[in-house]
């Protein structure tokens, strides 16, 4: 193969048929390096996934992938021949720990064919072949419809592969996606972020957004619920800004809702996550008025003071954001309010994180994620010094935890005596109580047979266990709260 080529002809058809040909735009690191583990016909695989939902769908796209051409999944990363992590840049752990995993598998002695696949594979492309040199394939957020072909490139040419395009192309085949949970299925409808919040690395993992064709989520949709699926989540990075980058579709967020509302045989709706700014009345209003669509919203405020989402560049100010949870409050009186929040960002003050903590006591959500703030490379925040001390962070970020408890406990207290309808999805870890949850997405345990798994019943909960209802059956012709 000539030197000065980077790009290789091959391409694998994934079935049993013979290898065909076609032009795909791989690279192969130079100068090239030779794949001591070399596997010419790998037969298992082991997927490792880490970070989002977002992540969890790419992982069951790219398994279906790998069944289609004829691998089958193993439990044991170090008994595979293909062993892919998917991968997380949000947060400094998820990143130690692939690190952690790719020097334990460069010591192994079994061949292996090792690839590192999402966020992270985008975010240090130019530095995990040079870190990990037992590493084989780089594949990004944006070309996990490309495994097989760069499998294939690994296989024939014996050297390093990595795809990682800065656009999505809306050709993915989500109706071969794998997936182990039998009752509830991520569906994706937009991918990318144009917000550049300056903490955040998606957009520079994930590129700008792109959402994917109505008519193809309804098919998908459909499938779906043919296939006996209760509970459908809509996933993105923005699912609000669903639609706005193409306007001759006549289809924003709302109106994708009220298509899919209408499948016949569709249980529930969900879908995160969400920008404040892309909130608006109009989506609200189908909250209140589609019966399929679940009355919990992610509504992430990040910070209680305005200087700091100003720097964060949250595009919002604080009394904005009150507004659209008061005009929600008020349109869906019952709805289910979570919240991502970021302590100890750069410059924050102790007067600024008391604005935070007065903002959860004002909203009381019903379920918070919490984060002390870890600089990401790439984000413009990097720039800024990390000034507030470790302990100052972790400090905050107790206290909004406590918060949070206290809330939750009270909100628990109240509905403690109501029947809730709850989709029943599997046996609690003890194997003995059925486990579900509740349209507001309150989780619930009570005893029932395992036949009831996949169906709607209803339960009265009668106390509470740390951030678990638990319930007893009541009969179907109970009212319940939704």
């Not at 966020?119 to 419809?145: E, Q, W």
């Not at 690395?201 to 779906?224: D, M, N």
């Not at 059925?434 to 019943?457: A, C, D, H, N, Y």
């Amino acid at each position: 193969m000539q030197q000065i080529l980077n790009t290789l002809i091959i391409n694998t058809l994934y079935y049993s048929e013979p290898m065909s040909l076609l032009i795909l735009s791989c690279h192969f690191k130079e100068p090239p390096c030779t794949i001591d583990r070399f596997m010419e016909n790998p037969k298992t695989y082991f997927v490792r996934t880490y970070g989002c939902q977002m992540n969890e769908l790419d992982t069951q796209i790219m398994t279906g992938q790998l069944e289609k051409r004829g691998l089958t999944a193993v439990c044991d990363e170090e008994e595979a021949d293909v062993v892919i992590f998917n991968t997380c840049s949000i947060r400094d752990l998820a990143e130690r720990k692939v690190m952690g995993k790719l020097g334990q598998l460069g010591r192994g002695k079994k061949r292996q064919i090792i690839g590192v696949t999402g966020c992270m594979a985008m975010a240090k492309k130019d530095s995990l072949f040079r870190k990990f040199p037992h590493l084989d394939f780089v594949v990004g957020t944006n070309n996990i419809t490309d495994l097989g072909p760069v499998l294939d490139e690994v296989i024939y040419t014996q050297k390093q592969v990595y795809k990682t395009d800065d656009r999505f192309e809306e050709n993915l085949d989500y109706l071969s996606a794998k997936r182990d949970h039998k009752v509830k299925a991520f569906v994706s409808i937009i991918r990318g972020c144009d917000k550049f919040c300056t903490y955040c690395v998606v957009p520079y993992t994930r590129g700008q957004e792109v959402s994917r064709p109505p008519e193809s989520i309804i098919e998908e949709c459909k499938k779906l619920v043919d296939d006996g699926y209760k509970e459908i989540t809509l996933l993105g990075q923005n699912v609000n800004s669903y639609g706005k980058d193409e306007p001759s579709w006549n289809c924003l967020f709302h109106d994708l809702l009220a298509k899919i509302d209408q499948i016949p045989g569709i249980g529930r709706i969900r879908f995160m996550t969400s920008h404040p700014v892309d909130i608006t009345k109009e989506l609200m209003l189908a909250i209140r008025d589609l019966p399929s669509l679940c009355e919990f919203v992610h509504f992430p405020i990040q910070a209680g003071s305005n200087r700091i989402l100003k720097k964060m560049h949250r595009i919002y100010t604080k009394e904005q954001y009150f507004e659209k949870v008061a005009l929600l409050r008020e349109i869906v009186p019952d709805v289910s309010l979570g919240t991502d929040i970021i302590v100890g960002f750069p410059t924050e003050t102790e007067e600024e994180f008391l604005e935070t903590y007065q903002a959860i006591e004002q909203i009381r959500y019903s379920l918070g994620f919490f984060y002390a703030y870890s600089p990401r490379k790439g984000t413009p925040a990097m720039r800024w010094k990390d000034d507030v001390p470790e302990e100052v962070k972790q400090d905050r970020l107790q206290r909004l935890l406590d918060l949070q408890e206290k809330i939750g406990n009270d909100l628990r207290k109240e509905k403690t005596g109501n029947t809730y309808e709850v989709l029943v999805e599997r046996f609690n870890k003890d194997g003995k109580l059925l486990k579900g949850r509740t349209r507001r997405w309150e989780k619930v345990i009570f005893e029932g047979p395992e036949s009831m798994i996949g169906t709607l019943q209803n339960v009265r909960v009668h106390s509470y266990h740390h951030e678990t209802f638990l319930g007893t059956l009541v009969h179907s012709e109970t009212k319940y709260h939704n």
